[in-house]
């Protein structure tokens, strides 16, 4: 009888320990997964930042955020702090973009203010305003460039390489040249006059090696135009229109 006492009492405490382990693994489980899922504070852009923002003026131009800790990157910011005051964003941040510290960088590596994506390199075009949506077009903002030129034979869509001629015998063409680009300034070649009126100005916009070149070729043989781009704009490359297909003909 004491024997089977002893072999009861021993079950019993088998199954407490037992249960204990399973209550401690499914604790233990049960804060890694809490662990995991933890909000933290994050900084998110209320609006779009173009690149070269001064971090000390980013307060009004980000909010706080709570997400969970195991969605975000390891630099993420929780606030705006003086760590950061002498640095500046290296490319422009989206709306609704989470703020990391990988995105600052230090202000003598811009060129004048501006900050060059990486691959990419600036250009510069001299614009009047009505070739640049009236002056609305400014650092930060994304465009498409339109080239209007004189058609070589008078046919087809190829520039003529002779500028934009307006005489009668000649046909012209407007198409798409580009779409896409960030301004990185737009500097006024002189102030706007006393009935406020909007002068020349020269854009600069980053590009690639490739597109450098159209913009290049199409300023020096035709008329460019920049658009601004909204958030849903819609645009594609076509054949555009010349004199003959303007009205649908």
């Excluded at 049960?30 to 909000?39: E, F, H, S």
């Excluded at 209320?46 to 909010?63: F, H, Y």
């Excluded at 003529?160 to 737009?186: I, M, P």
Aim: proline letters at 3%.
């Amino acid at each position: 009888m004491k024997n089977r006492a002893l072999i009861i009492i021993l079950a019993v405490l088998l199954a407490v320990c037992g249960s204990a382990g399973v209550f401690l693994y499914v604790r233990s489980a049960d804060t890694r997964a809490i662990a995991g899922q933890q909000a933290v504070t994050v900084l998110v852009a209320k609006e779009r930042i173009p690149a070269g923002t001064n971090a000390k003026s980013l307060k009004d131009l980000v909010e706080q955020q709570q997400m969970p800790k195991s969605s975000v990157p390891e630099n993420f910011m929780s606030e705006v702090d003086s760590s950061i005051d002498k640095l500046v964003t290296s490319s422009e941040v989206a709306e609704g973009q989470l703020v990391t510290k990988a995105l600052f960088t230090e202000e003598a590596s811009l060129s004048k203010g501006i900050s060059i994506p990486d691959g990419m390199i600036a250009v510069t075009v001299p614009t009047e305003a009505w070739q640049r949506a009236g002056g609305l077009i400014q650092k930060g903002s994304k465009v498409a460039v339109f080239d209007t030129f004189t058609v070589l034979d008078g046919k087809g869509n190829t520039p003529s390489g002779d500028g934009l001629s307006k005489t009668y015998e000649h046909n012209q063409s407007t198409r798409l040249l580009l779409s896409g680009l960030e301004v990185l300034s737009v500097v006024d070649e002189k102030k706007a006059s006393e009935n406020g009126d909007v002068g020349k100005a020269i854009v600069t916009v980053a590009v690639k090696q490739a597109d450098a070149e159209k913009l290049i070729h199409g300023q020096q043989t035709g008329t460019l135009y920049f658009a601004l781009l909204g958030g849903k704009s819609e645009v594609a490359p076509g054949n555009g229109v010349d004199n003959r297909s303007l009205f649908g003909n």
